[in-house]
């Protein structure tokens, strides 16, 4: 079963306009959601996070909107750069529950920014 | 640079072989944590240690075993291999009271 989900595999778009990448969860316990990005032959490196308390979190060019009835949320980065170019994972966990801070993640999205 | 170390980088062995990865996390982070990537797969979340002792379990095979040693540092220990068990994988470690996990590079495992 499949917490955390990303459903487009792979996201192509054109330099200087928006991407868009979603995420849906199926556990409502989840209270705190985080993007990664990763890079080949790195690990996951932390973009940007929000709890469950916001429905926004902005960090320069990236911000991730929260939807929770939906149990929804997004990863939007205006301008892409080509530098951008990489997997975005979505990750979620129970944090603020008191459990573990282990974090799940879904498969991933291939980001292509092309110039 | 996340500051978490894994060793090996690259490992290539045998079926019904054991090997040991080893990850030393970021300097005062208490919480390590072991996950696996299989081609076109997300990260799956194996175990997490804290302080020493084991926090939490995910999809860890009984053929794998884990441990935090005094020193923080952890080992993840996978035996018997099979041909699925090749895969990346990614140890990270935590201060605990933020919700990031900062990982290192990985290891490459290919099981022939």
């Known amino acids: 079963d499949q917490q955390v989900k990303q459903n487009s595999p792979s996201l192509s778009v054109q330099e200087g306009r928006i991407s868009i990448l979603n995420c849906d969860y199926t556990?409502?316990?989840?209270?705190?959601f985080l993007w990664y990005k990763k890079y080949p032959a790195e690990g996951p490196t932390f973009l940007i996070s929000?709890?469950?308390?916001?429905d926004k979190n902005e960090d320069g060019r990236f911000t991730v909107f929260l939807n929770k009835s939906a149990k929804h949320l997004s990863l939007h980065i205006v301008p892409s750069q080509p530098g951008d170019s990489a997997v975005y994972f979505c990750?979620?966990?129970?944090?603020?529950?008191?459990?573990?801070?282990?974090?799940?993640f879904g498969k991933g999205t291939k980001l292509t920014v092309n110039p | 640079d996340s500051g978490v170390t894994q060793t090996p980088k690259h490992l290539i062995t045998a079926t019904g072989q054991r090997v040991t990865l080893r990850c030393s996390p970021r300097?005062?982070?208490?919480?390590v944590y072991w996950y696996q990537q299989s081609l076109d797969q997300g990260l799956q979340f194996l175990i997490q240690?804290?302080?020493?002792?084991?926090?939490a379990k995910g999809n860890i095979l009984e053929r794998f075993s884990a441990q935090q040693f005094p020193d923080l540092h952890s080992e993840l220990n996978l035996s018997s291999l099979e041909l699925g068990d090749s895969a990346l994988y990614f140890c990270?470690?935590?201060?605990?009271?933020?919700?990031?996990?900062?990982f290192g590079e990985g290891s490459r495992l290919t099981v022939l």
């Open positions: 990270a470690s935590s201060e605990g009271n933020t919700g990031e996990l900062f």
């Open positions: 556990n409502s316990m989840f209270d705190y």
């Open positions: 929000i709890s469950s308390i916001k």
């Open positions: 990750a979620a966990s129970a944090w603020a529950q008191g459990g573990s801070e282990k974090l799940v």
């Open positions: 300097s005062g982070d208490l919480s």
């Open positions: 240690y804290y302080n020493g002792e084991e926090r």
